[in-house]
């Protein structure tokens, strides 16, 4: 399966995340904050990366943009997982260059089927 890093600074939904993607069978990186999950796509270059928005030192949007402006990561795509839901924030990260943004809560049905599709499997 794939290899995904994801950075979100609440413990619970990191363990959830975690939890159910490595139930589907992925091979999960957890991170902590947005500066974190940056260095990690940078040298582990997953097959997927789950950004929150709202983060320490940098914000999903932050990095997800990192993400896209470098050659080496820019194919990568990119889930925000966010309780941010109004529809400039989802426009946003659409922006910023995401393939999808899935609201908190999620069901991890839900959540494993919107990674399936981000993979194109």
């Excluded at 979100?8 to 939890?19: G, K, M, T």
């Excluded at 796509?41 to 997927?48: R, W």
């Excluded at 941010?84 to 260059?97: L, S, T, V, Y």
């Amino acid at each position: 399966m794939a290899k995904i890093v994801i950075a979100e600074d609440e413990p619970d939904i990191r363990q959830l995340v975690l939890f159910t993607l490595q139930f589907a069978g992925h091979t999960v990186i957890p991170t902590a904050n947005g500066e974190e999950a940056l260095n990690t796509v940078q040298k582990v270059l997953p097959e997927l990366v789950l950004l929150d928005i709202r983060m320490p030192r940098l914000s999903g949007f932050e990095v997800c943009r990192a993400i896209k402006s470098d050659p080496r990561t820019q194919h990568i795509p990119v889930l925000f997982v966010s309780a941010k839901g109004q529809d400039a924030d989802i426009q946003m990260g659409m922006e910023a260059g995401a393939t999808d943004y899935v609201l908190k809560p999620f069901s991890p049905d839900d959540l494993i089927q919107r990674v399936k599709n981000a993979l194109g499997k």
